[in-house]
């Protein structure tokens, strides 16, 4: 059984920063491009970042280049997104994801977490 559990999320104010980690188990970790996203009430869910599996090449949105920074651990299957500068427009619910084949689309990502909130108060 695969799962993907997301943590970190919370309330905190512009400017601030938080780290957001998802644990992936029942699949081999390091073959898998991990991807973060995320979705705003009466948005569509948004690419944030990617990271592949081997080479460990990144890729990020453009709303959070030179903000945010998404980084993995092999050894304990785990993917993790450093958010620093938060702005109010960051406030969502983030969803890490496994794929085989990583890009900036959701559908590009077979196994999904259930979400954590970022909420970031002006």
């Known amino acids: 059984q695969v799962r993907l559990v997301e943590s970190g999320g919370g309330l905190v104010q512009a400017g601030d920063s938080l780290r957001l980690s998802c644990a992936l188990s029942?699949?081999?970790?390091?073959?898998?491009?991990m991807g973060w996203f995320r979705q705003s009430i009466g948005e569509e869910r948004a690419y944030v970042a990617a990271?592949?599996?081997?080479?460990?090449?990144?890729d990020y949105s453009d709303s959070v280049k030179g903000r945010f920074t998404i980084s993995r651990d092999n050894a304990k299957n785990t993917v993790y997104l450093q958010m620093n500068s938060l702005k109010p427009e960051d406030t969502a619910i983030y969803y890490c994801a496994a794929g085989s084949v990583g890009g900036t689309s959701p559908r590009w990502y077979e196994y999904w977490g259930q979400g954590t909130q970022v909420t970031v108060s002006s």
């Open positions: 990271i592949a599996g081997g080479s460990e090449i990144t």
């Open positions: 029942g699949r081999t970790f390091s073959r898998y491009f």
